[in-house]
């Protein structure tokens, strides 16, 4: 399981080093959950777990007449985020924990987007009850989480790849990446916390793990930074973690398509109102 703890430390300078592949890994779904968020207009959106800010810069290229407020719990991930904002005066990025945020007066939110990161909240409901009470009324929220594990063909190879090193948490809804993975259970977390007029769009998408020369082993690398092999390879003895490399390798190769290497993976885009 991650937690609060991990994203201000290990794992957010991990993705932030790796922000590059990992904005090409969600390449498609970034797409389909920029071209929901922006098909009506706003003033001011609040980016939850912005990482890296590709989000929060893509809605502020879209809308430039808005502003754009992304918040993360990563001091990593936000100081490249503010290091890829350019010329961009209608964005900023903030350190905040979006279960405390408040808008302190200034106007708020008539938008609330999140590329998965909205999975890790300890409480969910009170997390949304507090983002809705921060909005103004009529605020649309759009985010993206992973499906259950099961329909994620790489979770569930990578799994295998590390045996039982890399096990799912025994309580499903647990803060990880698939703790919204069940439509029916984010649908009682949001209207518990009184938001509106939910939707569910399942998206299907290649997750782009390693392109150019040698794409196998960007491909390898890149899982042996990001991603729940990561963790559980690096935690083995030697000779168990060779093994495990060797494996992934193998997994990795059989996914080369000749340019790149692409893992399937799917999403639930998420959409409510306050």
């Not at 922006?38 to 980016?47: G, I, N, V, Y």
């Not at 985020?81 to 924990?97: I, K, L, P, S, W």
């Not at 729940?228 to 690096?234: C, Y």
Request: glycine share 8%.
């Amino acid at each position: 399981m991650t937690d609060r703890s991990d994203w201000e430390g290990r794992v957010g300078r991990s993705w932030a080093d790796e922000w590059r592949r990992t904005d090409r890994s969600f390449g498609v779904l970034t797409d389909r959950l920029v071209e929901v968020a922006t098909r009506e207009a706003f003033s001011l959106a609040l980016d939850i777990g912005c990482g890296a800010g590709e989000t929060s810069l893509r809605l502020a290229d879209a809308r430039r007449e808005a502003r754009v407020i992304g918040i993360d719990i990563s001091e990593d991930l936000l100081a490249m985020a503010r290091e890829r904002v350019g010329g961009r005066a209608h964005v900023e990025f903030r350190f905040a924990d979006a279960s405390k945020w408040t808008a302190s007066g200034q106007k708020r939110p008539d938008l609330v987007l999140s590329r998965h990161g909205v999975m890790f909240f300890g409480q969910p409901e009170a997390a949304f009850a507090h983002i809705r009470s921060q909005a103004e009324e009529g605020c649309r929220l759009v985010f993206s989480c992973f499906r259950a594990r099961s329909a994620n063909e790489w979770a569930m190879k990578l799994v295998n790849v590390v045996a039982g090193n890399a096990s799912p948490p025994s309580d499903p809804r647990a803060p990880g990446p698939f703790a919204f993975g069940d439509a029916e259970y984010v649908e009682q977390v949001l209207s518990s916390a009184r938001w509106s007029d939910i939707g569910f769009e399942a998206v299907d998408y290649p997750m782009i793990a390693g392109e150019g020369a040698d794409a196998v082993e960007d491909a390898l690398s890149y899982f042996l930074r990001i991603g729940p092999a990561a963790g559980a390879i690096a935690a083995l003895d030697a000779d168990e973690r060779a093994a495990a490399i060797e494996r992934l390798r193998e997994l990795l190769s059989a996914n080369f398509d000749g340019e790149r290497v692409a893992l399937l993976a799917s999403s639930w885009i998420v959409t409510a109102r306050a």
